[in-house]
């Protein structure tokens, strides 16, 4: 039997590639032969998570059924937001936190999903419902997902046992939570060097709603204006992409973080009725979205009852 | 909020019927309002199990989606195994063991598969969790869906889990596992009285192995001459069935519960071919099958190779 591979989706944060790196050595303290592996490359808050409790990066692999024939998803369960070739491997476990959907398996597996802001939280249960205890730098990865999925507890994601399991593995890891917590959001959101072309691949998943060919995207902004004041740019480049891959809709979300709001950049055929989903009218590509930081819990279900 | 409903699948078996009473009662004492209902007449071997731990029969309902509009799912998720009107409610959870497949969801929910021979081994794992005390009777309950699922942990689906979970729960129950789990078998497996036309609609599966339409059906039999002194018969009903729905296979398997073996009868265009598949030669319709007990994992894999 060959190794078995551990990633989260595609265009990673940090609740992706922390899991991945938690979950795999989970799996190895219970004996198993398990790899932390990435699909794309990591954004600055995860490098700034990862540098602080002494991690390297995972390696990154390209198509996973070159690799191996049985994988374990962390943070993600839909097809297409997982690793080319994953039709062609066995999924013999998922731990994830998203609605379930494009899943679809011939054998029974474990499959753990709650509705909880982060996917550390489920992994939190799990090693206690294993008796493995948690080292000081696995706490702080686990740590840093939390913060970042919840936007340090902000996020109506969040739940109460997301704030007592950050609580813990902040004890755990040593760290002043709020502290740690503000320069990790802070170090990746700062946007103000980054290309509009960074941008876009830094935290973009597909979605379908009805016939709607979309991607929403995310970035975290200290300062909103670092993306707006580059807006008519912004649009060109969305467009381009969504003619060059067929989409209907590209939402692009700039929340900011320090005052829990964000502002979406919306450009496609079915951008004014996503706008009217959210009882908006588009203004020149842009609606202002005050008090929405989560695109699974204020985004997607509006996105998928106005659209579909 | 209207009342939650929890139900497993259509054509219940002790499991799902079970499983809904048991894990309504534990939502109950953690504060939810739930009631258990069924999808389906229940067989012989569940009433045996109410009976002797004093439960009723959870009532009947026809479409879920005039009852309520939030459910949970137990032993079950595909969507044609489940309520009629099931795509117009909320699924808000789901405690199953079985692949995962038609199953989608617009938000998160909390769904725990796990790769073990019985729902009832999984609701065990989430009492202790949640530090519910299980008291006797749903112990009792719970034992008869692991008796009732893992054949007394004779079944190749039985894990090691399921057999320390049995064992557990048959404690607490207060009941002898061995005596009390042959009882009830032996109850479920009575067919002295049955109809042939009840047998075949007991339960039976659909499969297509390679261009092969093909019905794979299972009774459970203390003696399997209740069945074989009515062969000729059962093979011109068979024949008919076969006729009438443009079928290339009915492979209809007798499972003796006291002897852990099978004997399958076998009738259509495919049927020569159904047992070469298992490198036996068809006597009469018939092939003994020693050491099988599983249609999941002794018979469809065979015919599946062997046929497709």
């Known amino acids: 039997m060959s190794k078995v591979l551990v990633f989260g989706h595609k265009n990673p944060d940090t609740d992706t590639i922390t899991s991945a790196i938690t979950y795999a050595y989970l799996k190895q303290q219970l004996g198993a032969d398990v790899e932390a ?3 794309g490359e990591i954004n600055n808050e995860t490098k700034y998570a990862l540098e602080k409790f ?3 990066t995972p390696r990154s692999i390209d198509n996973v059924a070159t690799e191996t024939d049985q994988v374990i998803l962390v943070d993600h369960n839909e097809r297409q937001q997982s690793a080319n070739g994953i039709e062609d491997v066995k999924v013999i476990e998922v731990i994830d936190h998203h609605r379930i959907a494009n899943f679809e398996t011939s054998d029974p597996l474990y499959f753990r999903a709650e509705p909880v802001g982060c996917t ?6 799990i090693f206690k419902e294993n008796n493995v205890e948690i080292p000081a730098n696995i706490a702080g990865l686990m740590l840093s997902a939390i913060v970042s999925d919840t936007l340090l507890f902000k996020s109506p994601t969040c739940t109460e046992q997301d704030v007592q ?5 902040a004890e755990i890891a040593g760290v002043n939570l709020e502290e740690y917590g503000l320069a990790m959001l802070k170090a990746g959101a700062d946007l103000s060097d980054k290309s509009l072309e960074d941008l876009l691949s830094l935290d973009a998943k597909e979605f379908t709603f009805g016939n709607v060919k979309s991607i929403v995207a995310q970035v975290n902004a200290v300062d909103v204006n670092d993306v707006l004041s580059r807006k008519d740019e912004l649009v060109n480049l969305l467009n381009k992409y969504n003619e060059e891959n067929g989409l209907d809709l590209y939402f692009f979300i700039v929340t900011d ?10 450009v496609g055929s079915a951008a004014e009725g996503a706008a009217k989903a959210f009882d908006k009218v588009l203004n020149e590509n842009e609606i202002d979205l005050p008090g929405v930081v989560s ?3 204020q985004v997607v279900p509006v996105l998928t009852d ?3």
Not at 165 to 169: E, P, R, S
Request: no cysteine; charged share 25%.
């Open 37 to 39: 592996v990435r699909l």
């Open 54 to 56: 002494g991690f390297e």
């Open 120 to 125: 550390a939280t489920i992994l939190n249960k």
């Open 165 to 169: 399991a950050g609580k813990q593995l």
């Open 257 to 266: 973080i320090l005052n829990n709001d964000s502002v979406a950049v919306v």
């Open 295 to 297: 695109r699974k819990k």
């Open 306 to 308: 106005g659209l579909s």
